[in-house]
């Protein structure tokens, strides 16, 4: 299992939960699991090709997900993912 | 279930908002609420900078047909010179309480700089002299902290590269607010201490300012505090507009023909961009006027810049941004997609400067204006001067460029690269051979 962790705009779909559970080989699947817990979060994410919307960026502990491999990047066991708005900062 | 939200949300604004602090009682007529620039859903004036349904960044809408009612170019003039006497298109609901000197900078006739770049008609809107911090950060903090103490909030912070933690850092202190600014650990000195001494809370990040931002986006969904670029972002963002209204009303209500934007998130020049039309269909401006935005990155982090040279609007992320420019170096720019709308939509270009393009521009609008430019102004004058050599800007059309922060506080960029002064002992002999040559008494 992983943990990911979900942006306030989001928690609505988690039940305000800041952190929850997830397994999956890579974060394609990741994001499948955490649809099944939470129905509607794959929307948000995923546009209607699947690609992770232009807005959100996906990290890998410490790493964008965009350096790795996309959706494709691999998990192992412990691995926190964390799920951030990119529309901040500048 | 959107259509549900949708419907929540237009019943809490026809309810006027559910608060019933200070704000309500004064709901400003022209700032009506927030609307996703992605899928255009609205939401109420709060302290939310992301839509819930795509994560598209939120903006301000306005009542045009009610600020056109009372806008005029009279009223503008009347009123005191600083960046709120266009308040009608600014988002908080009463008057500014923060930085309400803020703007109304020089925009200066630059000849001497136009005949070395080779243009006819060159100005410099010139915000190094922005007060009170000496960048254009002065016009956004102005606007999120007037809106932050409207709601209420009593901790303010950001993400910066510098010349926001100063400008947040100054404008806090004189609110009367407590501050966090949360900067990359290797910035200028004269950023550090510049933030320092207004005696804010100045945490120092071991990463870039992607990391930094990331870190202060979690913070924000944590604590309760006014993150003016997180979670007041929607109101900070629209005070870049002043650059915009000002370089307008200093033409003499005409717009330039081409503007040269620094970019670091691309904000800066699609709320430029933004201000113009705005003029224009407020009947301040004639519709008709063609205006062309152009946008300058550094080499060393150009995601925007090399996004547009691709032809595509996908900005890649720089990783490890590696440029003297740092308070451009965003690696993830939250506005980079849009900024390049902007650029193709108005005909404009992107370019793209190394550091040692960047002093040579530092240097070029020193040595020929007298205005000593950040890096991020070396930016600027460099790539203006390459969009004019490729023939992007005509050399018989208006350019204004965009100086946005002030040489002092980038020193280090430039040290010894302008010469050293050349030391003698208080004696007019020795000054006489020093200067041996050079003039005629």
Redesign the interface.
């Known amino acids: 299992m992983n943990t990911v962790r979900i942006p306030t705009p989001m928690r609505k779909l988690t039940n305000d939960q800041e952190l929850v559970q997830a397994a999956g080989a890579n974060i394609g699947e990741l994001i499948d699991d955490l649809e099944k817990s939470f129905p509607g979060i794959k929307e948000r994410l995923c546009d209607q090709q699947g690609n992770v919307r232009r807005f959100v960026n996906i990290f890998l502990n410490d790493e964008d997900i965009r350096f790795l491999d996309d959706k494709g990047t691999a998990l192992k066991e412990g691995d926190e993912v964390s799920i951030v708005p990119a529309i901040a900062g500048g | ?1 959107a259509a549900c939200r949708c419907f929540q949300i237009v019943i809490w604004i026809f309810l006027g908002g559910g608060k019933t602090n200070a704000m309500d009682k004064n709901l400003s007529p022209y700032f009506t609420h927030l609307k996703c620039r ?1 899928c255009g859903r609205k939401y109420p004036k709060e302290a ?10 939120l903006e301000a809408a306005y009542d045009y047909d009610a600020i056109r009612a009372v806008l005029t170019r009279e009223v503008i003039q009347s009123r005191p010179e600083s960046m709120w006497r266009y308040r009608e298109l600014l988002p908080i609901d009463g008057e500014p309480t923060v930085g309400t000197q803020v703007g109304f900078t020089p925009l200066v006739k630059a000849d001497r700089l136009a005949r070395r770049l080779g243009v006819r008609e060159l100005y410099i809107k010139n915000d190094t002299v922005n007060y009170p911090t000496l960048s254009f950060k002065d016009r956004v903090v102005s606007v999120a902290l007037s809106r932050a103490r409207e709601m209420g909030f009593k901790v303010v912070a950001c ?1 910066s590269t510098g010349n926001l933690a100063n400008s947040v850092a100054a404008n806090a202190a004189s609110a009367g607010l407590k501050s966090y600014v949360l900067i990359p650990a290797d910035l200028e000195q004269g950023k550090v201490l510049g933030s320092l001494v207004y005696g804010t809370n100045v945490i120092g990040i071991h990463g870039a ?6 870190l ?3 913070i ?3 604590y309760g505090w006014g993150f003016v ?2 979670n007041l ?1 929607p109101y900070y ?1 629209e005070g870049s507009k002043s650059m915009g209204y000002e370089i307008a009303e200093q033409l003499g209500w005409k717009l330039p023909r081409h503007t040269v934007v620094p970019m ?4 800066l020049l699609t709320k430029i961009s933004k201000a113009y039309t705005e003029f224009q269909k407020l009947g301040l401006l004639d519709a008709g006027e063609r205006y062309t935005i152009h946008g300058a990155q550094a080499s060393g982090c150009a995601p925007i810049s090399g996004a547009f040279k691709r032809g595509t609007d996908i900005v ?2 720089v ?1 490890k941004p590696d440029t003297i420019a740092k308070s451009l170096a ?1 690696g ?4 980079g ?1 849009y900024a390049i709308h902007v650029m193709r939509e108005t005909g404009g270009a992107a370019e793209d400067a190394t550091d040692e393009e960047i002093i040579a521009g530092i240097r070029l609008l020193a040595e020929s204006e007298g205005i000593f430019a950040e890096t991020a102004g070396g930016v600027t004058v460099a790539c203006a001067q390459k969009l004019i050599e490729a023939g992007k800007i005509p050399k018989e059309e208006s350019v204004v460029l965009c100086i946005t922060g002030n040489g002092l506080k980038t020193q280090e960029a430039i040290l010894g690269k302008c010469g050293e002064a050349r030391l003698i002992k208080p004696s007019l002999r020795e000054f006489e051979e020093l200067i041996a040559g050079e003039v005629t008494v």
């Open positions: 279930m992605e939310v900078h992301v839509c819930d349904f795509d994560f598209g960044p993400a300012y992607d990391q930094v931002n990331r202060c986006s979690e924000a969904g944590k670029n997180v972002r963002a670091a998130s691309g904000s890649k992320p990783q965003i993830t720019p939250a506005d997609y």
